[in-house]
């Protein structure tokens, strides 16, 4: 049986929250979990490039096909049994409209609302390096 990509950040407590919540119902093991900080990873997801997979999860159907942010959490539903339907409900306005803006809202705020400061970036800077020195 053919699985889905799912490129999330592995050291984000959102995307490990929420991939143990789906977790239990892929009894099937459809879905397979990238970590996209992996080197090995990262350069599987090409064309995308680090910048672009940290701003919104990525999903790839078993034909090859990308979605990102809310349509890749509508990828991840259309493979579990029991989420299946929600899949096409949330194909339709409004759903199409307003998911994507709350995805991207919560998206940019998940290091902040968990109160974890964000891992290094692609380069090994991390956030509480950047800005220059003080003296």
Not at 6 to 21: H, I, N, S
Not at 105 to 117: D, Q, T
Request: glycine share 8%.
């Amino acid at each position: 049986m053919a699985r889905i990509e799912v490129y999330t950040d592995g050291e984000c407590p959102l995307c490990q929250w929420m991939r143990a919540k789906v977790e239990p119902f892929d009894r099937q093991h459809r879905i397979q979990w990238m970590n996209y900080r992996d080197p090995e990873v990262l350069r599987r997801a090409a064309p995308y490039t680090f910048q672009e997979l940290n701003e919104e999860m990525h999903a790839r159907t078993p034909d090859g096909r990308w979605s990102g942010g809310f349509r890749a959490w509508i990828e991840v539903m259309r493979v579990l049994p029991r989420w299946r339907w929600l899949a096409p409900v949330l194909s339709v306005w409004p759903f199409t409209r307003l998911g994507p803006i709350f995805y991207r809202w919560l998206a940019a705020r998940r290091y902040k609302l968990f109160g974890v400061p964000p891992p290094c970036d692609a380069d090994g800077v991390c956030s509480l390096h950047k800005g220059g020195t003080k003296g």
